[in-house]
């Protein structure tokens, strides 16, 4: 059979999906197929020509899957009838030379690792490249097995003239109890960098368990066999471990779309689009259907293994691909990866193609392995001697005196040395965790251990302008009743919460005038480029100041009227275009309203308590009104003081209820002690440390925030109807999230859609709705299909629901919309009316869908927040339409919302 060459097919270029904010569209990662699933007795093939297969007993028609029919084609070439090809597939065609010939496979060449074509540039992975390699598509169909993990070992590769070993034991052992574990240099060649298979493997022990010790355990030895074995390779391992490229104010992003990883694995399967599909629809997740799509692919000619620099190095290949042609480029990228990659390789290297690893294992698991990865196993050239005495490591002696871990006893034993080894852990945990958050670059951070050890760490990596540190973030309350009985009689200050975006803004004076500004958001991602009013402005106070040479701004930005400085909305602000912005085109004026202040001239302000911070930003940064129309301005935030009495605070709260605000923030200003609630285990109250320092990543009790949507009873809720739905991603593939609602229009007779839903469920009610609205059911299908119809708008789901239930719901808000046709007309011509982050509160069992909200109820929810001065227009954050412009802390609002959720009892009907 003639070989052929893989062609990269192009596709259109798909917008990056975010991690923290937005994931991809799986459930339309292998749907870009012109292939229907649906029941039919004839196909139409690739190549337009028409198969009918005939029923096992020859007469009349049987409907068979595209794969089936690719099989029974040809078997039909080698005169064997379909009940022949079954008994031959059960015996998995190899037990005749009829079978070996039903089976064949077509060769196609590969260039594996040549860079020679990619724009790019040459790559720096340790992989030795070779010219062509080729593998096979075989023509039978895929295994039905549920993918297994682990299922498949690292097979014995070669790579630098060294056999790495198919099963060494840290493969096998890295699940045990850390102290018991012993890195050694025959897991692989010596010097050599680590192989992905190992990596691999860890993510596949990772995602077998739930258990946080078994995941910390199985990271640690990870990270200790690697940093034994070649510590080069730490880096790499690190970001992907933890599913990045770059630190979160780097721009390098994948940018890779679902169509480019799915014709990737098409090509490199032979499996054809409708397969992958229904794949996907089984497992519903990318990497196990591109581990069971090439489960019968055999290489012809062996590869090198892939090594974890190296897949590193061709992820940022990928994303550093740019310009004419840089979709076939990253294809093709992808492609050589699946090529190479065997067993496990394959499920992990697309879940991180697709960001999203399902392993459970986060930010905090990481660097908790790491700091005792670093404590159990020191790098090469650290000194730990009697010399040079370290508050870190443990010796050899030491590690040795702790007693194995008695799993099938439930009465334990005293370990003095592994007590003190718990100690030292929880030590360099701290540390490591403390440095992260002030400096969050593991580029700095493991270049730093590998040299210095935990010991230098913090004086290596201090607090640093440019880089930005994780933000102290506000504890929700429910009233003011609430903070008064926290807080006690500590005084504190209450802000307005501003409807804006968080804003992180670093200055440094460079050679005397000239300024380096940054500005970073709430999840730490640049965007200078957004705001260059805002450098402007800082460029400004930098350069007037003879005083002042350094600082880092906790700020709030937030879009005003240019004549009088009155508040606008966050949706004004998120009209603002992001990248590139020039200044004269800047249309949206903004106002920076500071609120703390971290660092100044080089002295890093975090232990200092807030009452101290706020008075340097107050002295040193006045406000600015700004001389040029729409220029930025610069102001503090409003607030009121506790020592002005309970009443003082009461009125400043009615005010922030009627301003365009979103409610309040509650400071504390010097440190002191509160009464901590009993519980279970504590017989009485016990006074606790509350510092009013600078906490960063931590939802800290010393900052609380009274949101005008927290507050019981404010507002009204709406009845609902729940008229379709989307696929879930991620945990939630086999659930229905998020959900479609509408609102009952009486003049029409219809359901009028108006906003999607997809907080205030718990799992529990996923599965019961699941039950309710089963796929291609009574109650649930493809097309509309009852009465009474549903008028869905721009909003199209993909399945549609029978309407039948009417849901409580409850949102921050009303906001006039640009794809919701609910209350079309009624407040704005040609725009409609939805509900900002909507959240459901349970099934009300007594209504009917007559009884449902109306679009009239809905107006006037609208008029009434017009009374009360909330002025909400632009784009609905309960649409979804465009999940980059939610307002920062209304995320955290969601998260915040959803885990409530979890601990209370949702009502269910059937």
């Known amino acids: 059979m003639p070989k052929r060459t893989l062609v990269s097919a192009s596709s259109s270029p798909k917008k990056r999906a975010k991690a923290t904010s937005n994931q991809y569209s799986l459930d339309k990662f292998f749907c870009a197929s012109n292939h229907d699933a649906g029941a039919s007795s004839t196909r139409l093939r690739a190549n337009n020509s028409q198969i009918s297969t005939p029923s096992a007993g020859g007469s009349g028609q049987e409907t068979l899957s595209a794969d089936e029919e690719l099989a029974w084609k040809l078997a039909k070439e080698d005169g064997l009838d379909l009940e022949s090809l079954r008994q031959l597939e059960e015996t998995g065609f190899r037990g005749s030379a009829a079978g070996r010939k039903t089976a064949r496979s077509e060769v196609i060449d590969v260039d594996l690792l040549d860079n020679q074509d990619n724009e790019a540039g040459p790559s720096t992975s340790p992989v030795t490249p070779i010219e062509t390699v080729s593998h096979t598509v075989p023509r039978v169909r895929a295994r039905r097995s549920s993918p297994s993990v682990r299922s498949q070992l690292p097979a014995a590769g070669t790579a630098h003239g060294n056999a790495y070993p198919s099963d060494p034991p840290a493969y096998r052992e890295l699940a045990i109890d ?180 399902r392993v459970g294992a986060v930010r905090t698991t990481l660097l908790t392995a790491l700091a005792r990865a670093m404590v159990l196993t020191p790098p090469p050239g650290i000194p730990t001697n009697d010399t040079m005495p370290s508050r870190f490591y443990v010796s050899q002696d030491a590690l040795d005196e702790v007693k194995p871990l008695m799993t099938d006893s439930k009465k334990k034993v005293a370990d003095p040395a592994r007590l003190l080894l718990t100690e030292l852990f929880q030590t360099a945990e701290s540390l490591l965790k403390e440095v992260y958050v002030r400096h969050p670059n593991y580029d700095n951070i493991a270049k730093a251990l590998l040299e210095v050890g935990l010991d230098g760490l913090a004086e290596r990596l201090p607090l640093t302008v440019g880089i930005p540190l994780l933000p102290t973030l506000g504890s929700p309350t429910r009233s003011l009743d609430e903070i008064y009985d926290r807080l006690g009689l500590l005084p504190f200050t209450a802000e307005l919460k501003y409807d804006g975006q968080r804003a992180q803004i670093h200055a440094n004076k460079v050679d005397g005038s000239a300024s380096h500004i940054k500005i970073f958001s709430r999840h730490l991602e640049d965007m200078t480029d957004k705001y260059p009013d805002v450098v402007s402005l800082v460029g400004d106070i930098l350069s007037e100041s003879l005083e002042t040479t350094s600082f880092i701004i906790d700020a709030e930005i937030v879009a005003v009227d240019p004549i009088d400085g009155s508040l606008k909305t966050f949706q004004e602000l998120s009209n603002r275009a992001r990248k590139d912005v020039k200044i004269d085109d800047v249309k949206v004026s903004v106002g920076v309203f500071a609120f703390d202040l971290m660092y100044l001239d080089g002295q890093v302000l975090l232990e200092r308590p807030f009452r101290e911070r706020r008075a340097l930003l107050r002295s040193r940064f006045p406000p600015r009104t700004p001389q040029e129309h729409g220029a930025a301005r610069f102001c503090h935030v409003v607030s009121c003081e506790s020592e002005d009495g309970r009443e003082a605070v009461e009125d400043f709260w009615q005010m922030a209820l009627s301003s365009a605000t979103e409610g309040l923030m509650v400071k504390l200003l010097d440190s002191g002690e509160i009464l901590e609630e009993p519980n279970q285990r504590k017989d009485r109250p016990r006074r606790k440390p509350l510092p009013a320092t600078y906490e960063p990543d931590k939802r800290t009790s010393a900052w609380l925030k009274l949101k005008k949507d927290y507050v019981t009873g404010l507002g009204d809720s709406l009845d609902l109807v729940p008229v379709g739905a989307w696929h879930g991603n991620g945990r939630k593939a086999q659930w229905w999230s998020p959900i479609l609602l509408a609102v009952w229009d009486p003049a029409a007779g219809q359901l009028v859609a108006v906003c999607k839903c997809m907080s205030g469920f718990t799992d529990a009610f996923y599965k019961d709705l699941g039950e309710r609205y089963p796929l291609d059911s009574e109650t649930c299908s493809k097309q509309p299909m009852w009465d009474p119809v549903c008028d869905t708008g721009g909003l199209k789901p993909e399945v549609y629901f029978k309407p039948q239930e009417v849901w409580e719901i409850r949102g921050a808000d009303v906001t006039i919309s640009p794809v919701s046709v609910a209350a079309l007309g009624l407040v704005v011509p040609k725009r409609g009316l939805s509900l900002r982050f909507p959240r459901f509160i349970r099934i009300v069992e007594d209504k009917g869908i007559e009884n449902a909200s109306t679009p009239e109820f809905l107006a006037k929810m609208w008029r009434d927040q017009q009374a009360n001065g909330k002025d909400r227009t632009g784009a609905d954050d309960g649409e979804l339409v465009d999940v980059e412009i939610l307002s920062e802390e209304a995320e955290e609002d969601i998260d915040s919302e959803d885990d409530c959720a979890h601990d209370t009892t949702v009502a269910t009907s059937n």
Request: with cysteine; net charge positive.
């Open 178 to 357: 850390p102290p018991s574990y012993t890195p050694g240099l025959d897991d692989w060649p010596s010097s050599n960098p680590v192989p992905y298979s190992f990596l691999a493997y860890a993510l596949a022990s990772l995602a077998e368990t739930r258990s946080r010790i078994a995941i910390v355990n199985i990271l640690t030895n990870t990270l200790r066999t690697i940093i034994i074995c070649h510590p080069p390779s730490l880096l790499p391992a690190l970001y992907l471990l933890s599913n990045s490229l770059s630190p979160s104010y780097s721009p390098v992003e994948l940018g890779l779309g679902p169509s480019v990883i799915s014709k990737a694995i098409q090509h490199v399967s032979g499996l054809t689009p409708a397969a992958l599909k229904r794949l996907y629809h089984r497992t519903g997740d990318p990497g196990d259907v591109a581990f069971e799509a090439k489960s019968n692919v055999r290489t012809l000619v062996p590869h090198p293994p892939l090594l974890v620099p190296g897949v590193y190095d061709a992820l940022l290949r990928i994303a550093n691909a740019k310009g004419q042609g840089a979709i076939k480029q990253k294809q093709a990228v992808v492609e050589k990866l699946l090529v190479a990659a065997k067993g496990e390789e394959i499920r992990f290297l697309v879940r991180i193609l697709c960001q999203n690893l």
